[in-house]
């Protein structure tokens, strides 16, 4: 198998909450819990974390993480992963959020798998079937509609599919924030301006499906808990009884 980097972006300005990474969750940061998950992938040859910000490079460092600086004006995160990683031989780039602390393992290992196993497509991501009324409505929740070989055919902040008729799908899919990227797309894809559709829902996935690429899916069972907020830190804390 070619070697396969797991990167995982860490910006310590953030609107919502700022030094987020650094966030204390018991004894150990936050990205401190985001590496030490992803130590445990199968399929992971390497973890990284790309950050801007000397002081989350140094607590990587401190607790024997690997990292590297990359520039302030960057993008999103798949241009900082990208800027992680750009001179060195891979093939597969997994993009993992820095603020999702109860990431599974075999999550990650279900997304590198897809890729594995869909050679035409440059990009691949999890989804996980919803039929909460609340999250389907939320803007918050992006919906992901599928082709019939579980590829993406468009991702929204609205419910999607809509149900025109009394016949009704049982459950959504709601898509995890976590990608599989073949270095060589995301080489183009950091060149390439944004879209239309991406502009309009502000998801950058959309660039992919407008230039005509494939994003293969793969089903998971993992309840996302993202900390966008202290608030949501607090119910990490609590889940984890720390």
């Known amino acids: 198998m070619n070697k396969i980097i797991g990167i995982i972006p860490a910006r310590y300005k953030s609107v919502r909450f700022e030094g987020k990474p650094l966030a204390k969750i018991g004894e150990k940061t936050m990205v401190q819990m985001v590496y030490e998950r992803c130590l445990e992938s199968k399929l992971l040859n390497q973890v990284r974390v790309a950050t801007d910000d000397q002081r989350i490079y140094e607590n990587v460092l401190s607790f024997g993480g690997e990292a590297v600086l990359t520039g302030e004006n960057i993008a999103t995160g798949s241009d900082r992963c990208y800027?992680?990683?750009?001179?060195?031989?891979?093939?597969?780039?997994?993009?993992?959020?820095?603020?999702?602390?109860?990431?599974?393992p075999k999550v990650i290992d279900s997304c590198i798998q897809a890729i594995l196993d869909a050679p035409k497509a440059v990009c691949s991501t999890p989804v996980v079937e919803s039929n909460d009324i609340e999250e389907i409505y939320s803007p918050n929740a992006i919906k992901v509609a599928l082709n019939q070989d579980f590829e993406a055919l468009y991702f929204?902040?609205?419910?999607?599919?809509?149900?025109?008729?009394?016949?009704?799908?049982?459950?959504?899919?709601?898509?995890?924030?976590?990608y599989c990227y073949r270095k060589n797309?995301?080489?183009?894809?950091?060149?390439?301006?944004?879209?239309?559709?991406?502009l309009s829902e502000s998801l950058e996935q959309l660039r992919?499906?407008?230039?005509?690429?494939?994003?293969?899916?793969?089903?998971?069972?993992?309840?996302?808990?993202?900390?966008?907020?202290?608030?949501d830190l607090e119910k990490v804390r609590k889940i984890l009884g720390v």
């Open 208 to 231: 992919i499906l407008e230039n005509g690429y494939r994003i293969q899916c793969c089903l998971v069972d993992y309840e996302s808990i993202g900390v966008d907020t202290k608030e």
């Open 83 to 104: 800027e992680a990683v750009k001179n060195q031989d891979c093939e597969i780039i997994v993009n993992i959020q820095g603020d999702e602390p109860l990431i599974q």
């Open 156 to 178: 929204s902040r609205y419910p999607i599919p809509y149900h025109r008729s009394q016949i009704q799908i049982k459950e959504y899919y709601k898509h995890i924030g976590l």
């Open 185 to 198: 797309f995301l080489e183009k894809y950091v060149t390439m301006p944004q879209t239309p559709l991406e």
